[in-house]
T-cell receptor
Framework: GQNIDQPTEMTATEGAIVQINCTYQTSGFNGLFWYQQHAGEAPTFLSYNVLDGLEEKGRFSSFLSRSKGYSYLLLKELQMKDSASYLC??????????WGAGTKLIIKP | ETGVTQTPRHLVMGMTNKKSLKCEQH?????MYWYKQSAKKPLELMFV???????ENNSVPSRFSPECPNSSHLFLHLHTLQPEDSALYLC?????????????FGDGTRLSIL
């Protein structure tokens, strides 16, 4: 079966750095996506990785290792508005997105 | 504003009612999706349309019936739903179904079945 694993909940302090991990087992691989979803709102696209390595986009970075079936999302200089759920999703060989259950990130002052 | 609009935002219905959810995208995308989101569960893909043709139907009960009259509009017709169908229903669109095109989501319809 296909499976995406990520922690259910994480807590971090404003101004700090947090790393959210995602491991996956899927039928084929056509890229990995990270989305942010605030409570009661639409998921919004953060990043896409299809090759190994680190992609940096402002305060957010995403890393991929295809051989390990592993990705992480790194958030720097945390702000209160970063409190949200972060969803990891892998596109399989049929171009279908397989989703993790999301990691709820709580930022404390 | 994501470019994907869903109506209604909230819907309460009885098990014998018939209702429809509407989705409209203003992004010129060619693929549209219906997802079900339940608390603490992964997003479940229900239906995919590419160029107005249905390409995926992930074992969804027949009480859910999709319709895609054109590339900008997507409907989900509901009838004789069950309490376990209460969830957030999300519509999304992407430029194409293949490749690294991100999906853009609407704010969803919060559905409650009495």
């Amino acid at each position: 079966g296909q499976n995406i694993d990520q922690p259910t909940e994480m807590t971090a302090t404003e101004g700090a750095i947090v790393q959210i991990n995602c491991t996956y087992q899927t039928s084929g691989f056509n890229g990995l996506f990270w989305y942010q979803q605030h409570a009661g709102e639409a998921p919004t696209f953060l990043s896409y990785n299809v090759l190994d390595g680190l992609e940096e986009k402002g305060r957010f970075s995403s890393f991929l290792s295809r051989s390990k079936g592993y990705s992480y999302l790194l958030l720097k200089e945390l702000q209160m508005k970063d409190s949200a759920s972060y969803l990891c999703a892998v596109m399989d060989s049929n171009y279908q997105l397989i989703w993790g259950a999301g990691t709820k990130l709580i930022i404390k002052p | 504003e994501t470019g994907v609009t869903q109506t209604p935002r909230h819907l309460v219905m009885g098990m014998t009612n018939k209702k429809s959810l509407k989705c409209e995208q203003h992004l010129g995308h060619n693929a549209m999706y219906w997802y079900k989101q339940s608390a603490k569960k992964p997003l479940e893909l229900m239906f995919v349309y590419s160029l107005e043709e249905r390409v995926e139907n992930n074992s969804v009960p027949s009480r859910f019936s999709p319709e895609c009259p054109n590339s900008s509009h997507l409907f989900l017709h509901l009838h004789t739903l069950q309490p376990e169908d209460s969830a957030l229903y999300l519509c999304a669109s992407s430029q194409t179904r293949e490749g690294g095109q991100p999906q853009h989501f609407g704010d969803g319809t919060r559905l409650s079945i009495l």
